[in-house]
């Protein structure tokens, strides 16, 4: 099946700085990856997303960029603020299991944004 | 985006007894899915609640321990039963209108098993 890594596990940066996280998956047939923010105490919250047939992709401070020969795709966090600190996870959309489609997420990147 | 909520949002239990999380979204969907979040963990799916059949459980993971129901398009719950302290986790519903692209969470229901 599906096996997304991730990296870093943690990442501290300062205020204004940018924050790039990098995860690699397996299946050469996933088509979309998606992005989450976990703040402590709620549900991750989609926050990007980048489907096969695009690059990159950019909303804001927050851009994501994929290379399907390499198997790898990137979130990039510029001019980075307090507020960005959550844990942020990628996924991948993997094979289909008996009901469907499956997202197999990474292991989560802890962000802290210091001011 | 869909508005999904939990109930509860946090419980404590004893060892041996079981619990029911409710999931309710604002509008109807497709699929639902039940996931579990151990402490500083990643996410891992539970199950896949279909519509009028039974759930589709991945590997480790069988119905007479989860149990889930889902009765109409816009509401699932999901059982814990017998509960071990191992269980102690968070427990997210998510939903997915666009047929496996673009799922959403609810806020999740920590449970803390003693």
């Known amino acids: 099946g599906e096996n997304v890594e991730q990296h870093p596990s943690t990442l501290s940066v300062q205020e204004g700085d940018s924050a790039v996280i990098k995860c690699t998956y397996s299946d050469s047939a996933s088509n979309y990856f998606p992005w989450y923010k976990q703040e402590l105490g709620k549900g991750p919250q989609l926050i990007i997303d980048?489907?096969?047939?695009?690059g990159e992709k950019k909303d804001q401070r927050i851009a994501v960029t994929l290379n399907k020969t390499a198997k790898h795709f990137s979130l990039h966090i510029t001019e980075t603020q307090p507020e960005d600190s959550a844990v942020y996870f990628c996924a991948a959309l993997g094979p289909l299991n008996n009901a469907g489609n499956m997202l197999t997420f990474g292991g989560g990147t802890r962000l802290m944004v210091k001011p | 985006s869909a508005v999904i909520s939990q109930k509860p949002s946090r419980d404590i239990c004893q060892r041996g007894t079981s619990l029911t999380i409710q999931c309710q979204v604002d509008s109807q969907v497709t699929m639902m899915f039940w996931y579990r979040q151990q402490p500083g963990q990643s996410l891992t799916l539970i199950a896949t609640a279909n519509q009028g059949s039974e759930a589709t459980y991945e590997s480790g993971f069988v119905i007479d321990k989860f149990p889930i129901s889902r009765p109409n398009l816009t509401f699932s719950t999901l059982t814990v039963s017998n509960m071990s302290p191992e269980d102690s986790s968070i427990y997210l519903c998510?939903?997915?209108?666009?047929?496996?692209?673009?799922?959403?969470f609810g806020p999740g229901t920590r449970l803390t098993v003693l």
């Open positions: 980048i489907r096969s047939n695009v």
């Open positions: 998510s939903v997915d209108r666009r047929g496996g692209a673009g799922q959403y």
